[in-house]
């Protein structure tokens, strides 16, 4: 695509295409940033627009080539994507429409950038995964040294030591005075007079709790009363009724 019809949007990235080298980009210094740093402050889920932004701003993150060239392609890559949509409401034209003809080249251009952007990408995320199983390996490596199996012979010395001194505590209780039978006499009598109020406390609070329970049968065993009676005065005049008409139809039978 000539110069003159690119997005001005997307100036950036032709720029940050032209000059990227991806042999420039130091992955060991991105995969150590992110187990000594970015893992503690913000977790292991890596929402890569974020790390690499964090990675230019912090002082600590030691080799920064190629680290905003990787962020302006993911931010451009969003515009790419809404730029691509935009262009499909062209489709409705005729296919020698001079309009549709301009949007078809500019979206086979949309989607070789996305092509390179992905690629540089894609790269990225491998050689990341790659160093951070390296750094993992290391780190297995220096568990089995010599050294961590000396600690490990140490361990069960001092386990040993452990239970020996429990040993000698259990012994030194059982061989401990037994307590006086007076003694317990007057806990016992100390202790039941608490015993009792404790009873009564709980006697109590079932009671509070019972209370509403036996006001709330009351009124019901009212309701069915009135409700009793009510039925009753509604159906005596039917009754009577229902006798008069028996007694009017003897009597004209008569």
């Given at each position: 695509?000539?110069?003159?019809?690119?997005?001005?949007?997307?100036?950036?990235?032709?720029?940050?295409?032209?000059?990227?080298?991806?042999?420039?980009?130091?992955?060991?210094?991105?995969?150590?940033?992110?187990?000594?740093?970015?893992?503690?402050?913000?977790?292991?889920?890596?929402?890569?627009?974020?790390?690499?932004?964090?990675?230019?701003?912090?002082?600590?993150?030691?080799?920064?080539?190629?680290?905003?060239?990787?962020?302006?392609?993911?931010?451009?890559?969003?515009?790419?994507?809404?730029?691509?949509?935009?262009?499909?409401?062209?489709?409705?034209?005729?296919?020698?429409?001079?309009?549709?003809?301009?949007?078809?080249?500019?979206?086979?251009?949309?989607?070789?950038?996305?092509?390179?952007?992905?690629?540089?990408?894609?790269?990225?995320?491998?050689?990341?995964?790659?160093?951070?199983?390296?750094?993992?390996?290391?780190?297995?490596?220096?568990?089995?040294?010599?050294?961590?199996?000396?600690?490990?012979d140490g361990a069960p010395a001092a386990e040993d030591e452990e239970a020996l001194d429990t040993e000698d505590r259990e012994e030194e209780a059982e061989g401990a005075p037994a307590e006086d039978p007076a003694v317990e006499e007057k806990m016992m009598e100390e202790q039941a007079p608490a015993e009792e109020e404790r009873k009564k406390k709980l006697l109590e609070q079932q009671k509070r709790k019972l209370l509403p329970l036996r006001r709330k049968e009351k009124v019901l065993k009212i309701r069915k009363k009135w409700m009793v009676q009510q039925m009753k005065t509604q159906l005596l005049p039917l009754k009577n009724s229902k006798s008069l008409k028996r007694r009017r139809k003897k009597r004209e039978w008569k």
């Open positions: 695509m000539d110069k003159k019809q690119r997005n001005p949007s997307l100036l950036t990235l032709y720029s940050v295409l032209k000059d990227f080298r991806a042999e420039y980009t130091d992955f060991e210094a991105l995969a150590s940033y992110y187990e000594h740093h970015y893992r503690v402050e913000f977790g292991e889920n890596i929402i890569l627009k974020h790390f690499l932004l964090t990675c230019d701003v912090d002082p600590r993150m030691r080799a920064k080539e190629n680290v905003m060239h990787y962020w302006k392609m993911l931010h451009s890559l969003e515009v790419i994507k809404r730029e691509y949509a935009a262009l499909r409401k062209s489709a409705k034209l005729p296919p020698d429409h001079p309009t549709r003809v301009r949007n078809r080249r500019k979206q086979l251009e949309y989607l070789r950038l996305e092509n390179t952007i992905n690629q540089h990408l894609t790269h990225l995320h491998h050689e990341f995964l790659r160093e951070l199983k390296l750094k993992k390996a290391a780190r297995k490596k220096q568990v089995h040294s010599p050294a961590a199996e000396e600690k490990e």
